[in-house]
């Protein structure tokens, strides 16, 4: 089992910054990989960013490229996503997921075992 819990959401005005973490507890953190998703009202599950077990490895969603940074910490069984230059169209649920086992990097919603409830990210214009 893995207990993910996010935090750092919150409403910014448009080219401003947020930094989310996802702080994780249980399975053995090392030998997982982890994943920042975002579903807006209506629309689908979108990754958002990715990273493997040993970071070495990262997947970024075009329209994040450039804008958000995704880094782990081992020692602190945390995972975060800088999100600088924030624009309207990022407002969403923000999620971490974690693929317990994974030691490659994961784009597919569909690949995760575990969730967290989800942090609000409100960019106004």
């Known amino acids: 089992q893995v207990q993910l819990v996010e935090s750092g959401g919150g409403l910014v005005q448009a080219g401003g910054s947020l930094r989310l973490s996802c702080a994780a507890s249980g399975r053995t953190f090392n030998s997982v990989a982890m994943g920042w998703f975002r579903q807006a009202p209506g629309k689908e599950h979108e990754v958002v960013a990715a990273i493997n077990w040993s970071g070495s490895r990262i997947h970024y969603a075009d329209s994040v490229k450039g804008r958000f940074t995704i880094s782990r910490d081992t020692a602190r069984n945390t995972v975060y996503l800088q999100m600088n230059s924030l624009k309207p169209e990022d407002t969403a649920v923000y999620h971490c997921?974690?693929?317990?086992?994974?030691?490659?990097?994961?784009?597919?919603?569909?690949?995760?075992?575990?969730w967290g409830q989800g942090t609000q990210v409100t960019v106004s214009s």
């Open positions: 997921a974690a693929a317990p086992g994974l030691t490659t990097v994961q784009a597919n919603f569909r690949g995760y075992d575990y």
